[in-house]
């Protein structure tokens, strides 16, 4: 069955690195996001992307955050200058035609 | 205003029992539904699309109420590992709201 894949599976980041999430969507998808939870908390929206573009993004992407999708098959979240408070769990996902997503097992970030 | 609203939870049901989780909407023009199970510490898992019409897979039922704004699902004959966190999810162009989540625990 074809997945979402995203690496690394944890990543350790010092307060102001910069962080690099990467994700492999299904194949023939088209719809592309990330979203964030926070432990605890509820699944967050962070952006959605087609076509090459942002399609929408939320009050939370930041000129801190950037997406990219530098090949056919990559989707990637750039986090600069990365605060405590962006600790989360990230999930890449996609979706074939802005129905139904499906998500990554996600990537653990964890900024000391 | 959250956008979604779920149950608070945790239902905590015997194995066998029937559990209904409700959900409600705030934006009205919300294009598509879906119940999701999330389990500790890993990735929401797509359940089931909701249909105005209603649908059902196998011990699961999806309703959905587009005059009141409201999502259901039901579950029957509970499996303990039916044990998760379900999710309400609202489309609304190209967003996904999550709700909170409604834990499950079902006990033998």
């Known amino acids: 069955e074809p997945e979402v894949t995203q690496t690394p599976s944890h990543q350790v980041t010092q307060m102001g690195q910069e962080v690099i999430l990467r994700c492999v969507p299904i194949?023939?998808?088209?719809?592309f996001y990330w979203y964030r939870q926070i432990l605890g908390q509820k699944v967050e929206f962070l952006v959605s992307?087609?076509?090459?573009?942002?399609?929408?993004k939320s009050e939370i992407f930041d000129d801190q955050f950037s997406v990219e999708r530098p090949d056919g098959s990559n989707f990637t979240l750039k986090i600069r200058s990365t605060k405590l408070e962006d600790s989360a769990m990230y999930f890449c996902?996609?979706?074939?035609?802005?129905?139904?997503?499906?998500f990554g097992q996600g990537t653990r970030l964890t900024v000391v | 205003r959250k956008e979604v609203e779920q149950d608070p939870g945790p239902f905590n049901v015997p194995e066998g029992a029937t559990v209904a989780f409700n959900c409600t909407y705030s934006?009205?023009?919300?294009?598509?539904f879906f119940w999701y199970r999330q389990d500790c510490r890993k990735e929401p898992k797509l359940l089931m699309s909701?249909?105005?019409s209603g649908n059902e897979d196998g011990r699961f039922t999806a309703q959905l109420n587009r005059a009141s704004q409201y999502i259901s699902l039901l579950i029957r004959d509970s499996k303990l590992s039916d044990s998760a966190t379900y999710l309400c999810?609202?489309?609304?162009?190209?967003?996904?709201?999550f709700g909170s989540g409604t834990k499950l625990n079902v006990k033998p």
């Open positions: 934006n009205s023009a919300s294009q598509s």
């Open positions: 996902a996609s979706s074939w035609q802005n129905t139904e997503a499906f």
């Open positions: 194949s023939n998808h088209l719809y």
């Open positions: 992307f087609y076509n090459n573009e942002i399609s929408e």
């Open positions: 909701v249909y105005s």
């Open positions: 999810v609202v489309m609304d162009f190209n967003k996904f709201y």
